[in-house]
């Protein structure tokens, strides 16, 4: 892969909080806000950032299953309801399940490559709290093939991440793996309580590993992973501008307060086909070194990543997938405590999917606002320190099972 | 809007057959193909025509609702069922009502403007006989506004333009511009009958005009349309190559066998307000603006145009928008016979929407397709003259009412 032909920066992200179980204002008995209010919000919040509407060329929105959670497609008409300043500009949705975020990011960067836009306005968004959390596996389950869904489990992801984990734990032990999934869980948590978006913001679990560690129930769930496995049901939006340099000077926001794309991966793998190894995620680890490539470094210059966890399991694939760590020795990586925020190598520094939430849409276009708060010092409370030597983020965004996937390199402004 | 910054073309052009009521093959109460087959017959025929898989660099897929009609998204990652040869390369799905295809067809443009590609395969697809015309009715609502939809029309979008109708009616008369639907019509299914492809191909009714002109049975459907006024439920895909010169030359494809894309519209409406002029399609009209002024051109250049007749009159309100008649006259130019494909101005030389069918994700890219065959000579019966110096052709492709639209000016390559 070839270096970018132009300069790409990302600027002004924004979060509206990750909403759901675990959040005090939580409430599924009363209304909650509708998928335009986060798109609002979020679109609000970026806008302010960059000086309004009038700087912005072009939008993009990622958005994975609102045509069931909320009845609604045709999104890109949306961004005149941000803003009347947005009327009559070119807008796109894009999807890829779960990778839909880092889609609508990539939408963005080809339009600063191709000149057609110096600004464009990236959303993702999500609402699923209006169905029930059964309906709505069923509706995420749309990531997968359907003749698939036939047969198989009733919780299809967390079933086919159940079979993974199972396999996990056949090849490479399963007392350590569980001890790492716990591990991950308390990183995620520990995290999430110092970002205030974060969905377990207000999780106040003392023991989190010894939560972690409960048995998985089969019957009335999955296999092999338990509920602190899996990410939660959220709503959510997120919000940034992939700009130029030109769209900098425009935006009046000094080089330091940007990040820098400086590479990418995309891959796919055939939704017909089952994994072409249950304990690896094959399509993460050649998206990962197509980014790498790309951006020019190796993995050890990475300061921080935000890597997709929608399950511990693939959170501990995603750590060998990334290179750090052999297969099947991701477990060790995590229990040194590498990956936590004071560890060699910090991931998911908001919580990640586990931790912050996981609003399918706006969860690529997140992982790129954390590292640009990470990258750029304005990470609050949740800011960890970037070592000199590895001024670099990473993010692997991943739809369905290890199907559609976006990893993206950045480096300081 | 500057000039493109480095040539684009479009090849290889493919259209499964537009299935449903209408095609002697159709019959409901059989399995009929599914999405995946459509998806894997055009990607198919493109791909033998630029010399395999191997010539691709990225991938994109334009569907509105294959997550109701199909309980299937993340439809990137079928790239590899057409050909294995796809497998780790970039793919992406996007989404814009029925402007769909044409959002699909900007995104192969990007990508390569932005070098990121010099062949990309891009397919559009939709299958909604999946379920029955009421249901698929309020599937298709989806791009609306939900909260819209809360009142008002069982039949949402027959519902929306049959008030464009009333309201044109009360401005402009009656009469005539029933005639000019019933014309409208005419044209659609005599283009229709000359393409194998068509959906309308088999129809062999003698007085269409007359046919036509039946009275709307406002209490069954909607006030001021007819079932002949309104395109029907399809199944279908069609496919095409975005290549740079550096594309051309990989696949061996002469420029005579190429359209370069010259220039292009992109405009958004808010989705949440009512249309600006009940009469007139305003976001379109300002697409082809934008197109027309990046081209360099005058719509009066243009040999032959594809428009979005999702309804009757929704064609004779392009054709004002087009800038061919002034408000309330577009009725007199097509009963005067400019839009028949003998005419001075021939619109949807394949059928458009009413005749040829309306499998909405893949319209926008159908439409490109005509444009290629007939600005190349490759259009068999369906073929028209165009004049040596009109040398042009010309798509809009509008999703929702008239909310996100696309237009684009071609040439000869």
């Given at each position: 892969m070839k270096k970018l032909r132009r300069k790409v920066y990302m600027v002004a992200g924004y979060n509206t909080v990750s909403m759901g179980t675990g959040r005090k204002e939580f409430n599924p008995k009363k209304e909650c806000p509708g998928l335009e209010e986060y798109i609002k919000e979020a679109g609000q919040g970026t806008l302010k950032l960059i000086g309004g509407a009038k700087n912005v060329d072009e939008c993009a929105i990622g958005n994975f299953m609102g045509s069931r959670f909320n009845k609604q497609a045709n999104m890109a008409a949306f961004f005149p309801f941000i803003d009347?300043?947005?009327?009559?500009?070119?807008?796109?949705?894009?999807?890829?399940?779960?990778?839909?975020?880092?889609l609508a990011l990539m939408t963005g960067i080809k339009s600063v490559l191709a000149e057609t836009a110096e600004v464009v306005l990236v959303i993702g968004v999500e609402v699923q709290n209006t169905v029930k959390a059964?309906?709505?596996?069923?509706?995420?389950?749309?990531?997968?093939?359907?003749?698939?869904?036939?047969?198989?489990?009733?919780?299809?992801?967390?079933?086919?991440?159940?079979?993974?984990?199972?396999?996990?734990?056949?090849?490479?032990?399963?007392?350590?793996?569980?001890?790492?999934?716990?591990?991950w869980y308390r990183n995620a948590i520990e995290n999430a309580r110092?970002?205030?978006?974060?969905?377990?913001?207000?999780?106040?679990?003392?023991?989190?590993?010894?939560?972690?560690?409960?048995?998985?129930?089969?019957?009335?769930?999955?296999?092999?992973?338990n509920v602190f496995d899996c990410s939660k049901?959220?709503?959510?939006?997120?919000?940034?501008?992939?700009?130029?340099?030109?769209?900098l000077k425009r935006t009046g926001i000094p080089k330091e307060q940007a990040?820098?794309?400086?590479?990418?991966?995309?891959?796919?793998?055939?939704?017909?086909?089952?994994?072409?190894e249950q304990t690896e995620l094959t399509t993460s680890k050649l998206a990962v070194k197509t980014a790498l490539e790309s951006a020019g470094i190796i993995i050890s210059q990475v300061g921080t990543a935000e890597i997709h966890d929608c399950f511990t399991i693939a959170g501990v694939m995603a750590v060998e997938a990334l290179g750090l760590a052999d297969p099947g020795k991701g477990t060790d990586f995590i229990l040194e405590g590498n990956t936590a925020r004071d560890g060699k190598f910090p991931i998911n520094t908001t919580g990640g999917l586990i931790g912050w939430g996981h609003p399918t849409g706006a969860t690529g276009v997140h992982q790129a606002v954390t590292i640009l708060e990470q990258l750029t010092g304005k990470a609050g409370d949740s800011q960890i320190?970037?070592?000199a030597d590895r001024p670099y983020g990473l993010t692997v965004n991943m739809g369905g099972n290890d199907k559609t996937l976006v990893s993206i390199v950045y480096h300081r402004g």
């Open positions: 009347e300043g947005l009327r009559g500009k070119p807008a796109i949705r894009v999807e890829g399940a779960c990778a839909t975020g880092a059964m309906y709505g596996a069923d509706i995420l389950a749309g990531a997968g093939w359907f003749k698939d869904r036939k047969e198989g489990h009733a919780y299809f992801f967390p079933g086919q991440f159940s079979d993974r984990a199972g396999a996990y734990f056949e090849k490479y032990g399963r007392d350590k793996t569980r001890k790492a999934f716990a591990r110092l970002c205030p978006t974060a969905q377990e913001h207000h999780n106040t679990t003392k023991d989190l590993e010894a939560l972690a560690m409960m048995e998985p129930n089969g019957r009335s769930f999955v296999d092999h992973l049901v959220s709503d959510g939006a997120s919000s940034i501008a992939v700009v130029s340099e030109e769209g990040i820098e794309v400086l590479g990418f991966g995309q891959a796919e793998e055939d939704l017909t086909k089952k994994p072409v320190k970037i070592p």
